[in-house]
Antibody
């Protein structure tokens, strides 16, 4: 069974760093792009970027370029989303998802993690 | 403000049909046949219900259908069931390695 399991909720202060994780189970982790999606409180979904585990090549949404860093650890089938200096506006639910489509056209996330709630408050 | 515009809410009674619109521009919905729709129940992860404007992934019932006209995409849910109550998000390809979402529509089954 395909599963994406994300790390737990985090409460941080502005200026702190953070890395959240997403581990893939039940499929060839190296063969599928992993994406990250943000949902701020009361708002819609936002595509943040995708990363190909085999090559560790990230593609960022223009809105998130320079704001976050995506990476992978191939040895443990994990993808990461990282902030070097959090802001209150980073408070949101963050989902990882597997790109199941044959091409990078229609946004085709077929399996999703359970989400990780990040709260940034002084 | 989201790139695509959806109505904040929609509703229907069990058994009825409801259509949710998603308005974009000639740079996204109007330019490509790459619109997807996600069903997002409260407290759960989103689920893909439509891709490539009108295709359903395996396992999604044919009560869910999608269409597009010009810069506007639509999702129709027929034979409404209580389980269909969720937020629905549209998204469109907007050029190489770029995708945009709508703000989401809360579907209430009365």
């Amino acid at each position: 069974e395909v599963q994406l399991v994300q790390s737990g909720a985090e409460v941080k202060k502005p200026g702190e760093s953070l890395r959240i994780s997403c581990k893939g189970f039940g499929y060839n982790f190296f063969g599928y792009w992993i994406g990250w999606v943000r949902q701020m409180p009361g708002k819609g979904l936002e595509w943040m970027g995708i990363i190909y585990p085999d090559s560790s090549s990230p593609i960022y949404s223009p809105s998130f370029q320079g704001q976050v860093t995506m990476s992978v650890d191939k040895s443990i089938n994990a993808a990461y989303l990282q902030w070097s200096s959090l802001e209150a506006s980073d408070t949101a639910m963050y989902y990882c998802a597997r790109w199941g489509g044959p091409t990078l056209t229609s946004l085709y996330f077929d399996y999703w993690g359970q989400g990780a709630l990040v709260t940034v408050s002084s | 403000q989201s790139a695509l515009t959806q109505p904040p809410s929609a509703s229907g009674s069990p058994g009825q049909s409801v259509t949710i619109s998603c308005s974009g521009t000639s740079n996204d919905i109007g330019a490509y046949n790459y619109v997807s729709w996600y069903q997002h129940p409260p407290g759960k992860a989103p689920k893909l219900v439509i891709y490539d404007v009108n295709k359903r992934p395996s396992g999604v019932p044919d009560r869910f259908s999608g269409s597009k006209s010009g810069n506007v995409a639509s999702l129709t849910v027929s034979g409404l069931q209580t389980d269909d109550e969720a937020d629905y998000h549209c998204t469109s390809f907007a050029g190489t390695h770029n995708w945009v979402f709508g703000g989401g529509t809360k579907l209430t089954v009365l």
